[in-house]
T-cell receptor, first 113, second 114 residues
Framework: GQQVMQIPQYQHVQEGEDFTTYCNSS?????IQWYKQRPGGHPVFLIQ?????EVKKQKRLTFQFGEAKKNSSLHITATQTTDVGTYFC?????????????FGSGTQLTVLP | GAVVSQHPSRVICKSGTSVKIECRSL??????MFWYRQFPKQSLMLMAT?????????EQGVEKDKFLINHASLTLSTLTVTSAHPEDSSFYIC??????????FGPGTRLTVL
């Protein structure tokens, strides 16, 4: 079945440093979504990428979708303590009847003040 | 964004009892609802997908007789964990989606089975 791998599993950074998490799918995706889950909370939708090579920005967050639509990345510039949480990517297959999202394993970000 | 509610937010029960979790889309009609479980420090694992008025589609390895899903209306889905055991303790999260739309997640239900 479809697999979505995400690395790293954990990342500790000093406040002000940059952070990147990478997501790779074993199959081509129709779109990929990114979520943030704060400790004790539920996943909150951040963004959806649909087009090959797409790049979207939200303030200090930059999201990329690979040309082959099989990988994606989330980059945070100058992290802040409010960025703490687990970041999940979630991909949706480009073919077949499956309409559900397959979640990556997540990257748990700790920002040290 | 759209709001999805879940009730209860936390439940503690004795082994062998059944627990019902409700998931409601508050300001939109959800043609599809999804149920996930999440173990500590792990990712969300899809348990089942349900469409209003039809039987849920369960993922491989999820026992449909143990995790009963009812999607009675376009705004309500329920998950019943029957004869719960300690290994069923987990964080259960539902999400709801209008047709081809964005998925919105509920706040989750933390189940602890003693």
């Amino acid at each position: 079945g479809q697999q979505v791998m995400q690395i790293p599993q954990y990342q500790h950074v000093q406040e002000g440093e940059d952070f990147t998490t990478y997501c790779n799918s074993s199959t081509t995706l129709s779109n990929i979504q990114w979520y943030k889950q704060r400790p004790g909370g539920h996943p909150v939708f951040l963004i959806q990428l649909v087009k090959s090579g797409e790049v979207k920005k939200q303030k200090r967050l930059t999201f990329q979708f690979g040309e082959a639509k099989k990988n994606s990345s989330l980059h945070i510039t100058a992290t802040q303590t409010t960025d703490v949480g687990t970041y999940f990517c979630a991909g949706r297959l480009s073919s077949g009847s499956a309409r559900q999202l397959t979640f990556g394993s997540g990257t748990q970000l700790t920002v040290l003040p | 964004g759209a709001v999805v509610s879940q009730h209860p937010s936390r439940v503690i029960c004795k082994s062998g009892t059944s627990v019902k979790i409700e998931c409601r889309s508050l300001d939109f009609q959800a043609t599809t609802m999804f149920w996930y479980r999440q173990f500590p420090k792990q990712s969300l694992m899809l348990m089942a997908t349900s469409n209003e008025g039809s039987k849920a589609t369960y993922e491989q390895g999820v026992e449909k007789d143990k995790f009963l899903i009812n999607h009675a209306s376009l705004t309500l889905s329920t998950l019943t964990v029957t004869s719960a055991h300690p290994e069923d303790s987990s964080f259960y999260i539902c999400s709801a989606r209008a047709d081809f739309g964005e998925q919105f997640f509920g706040p989750g239900t933390r189940l602890t089975v003693l």
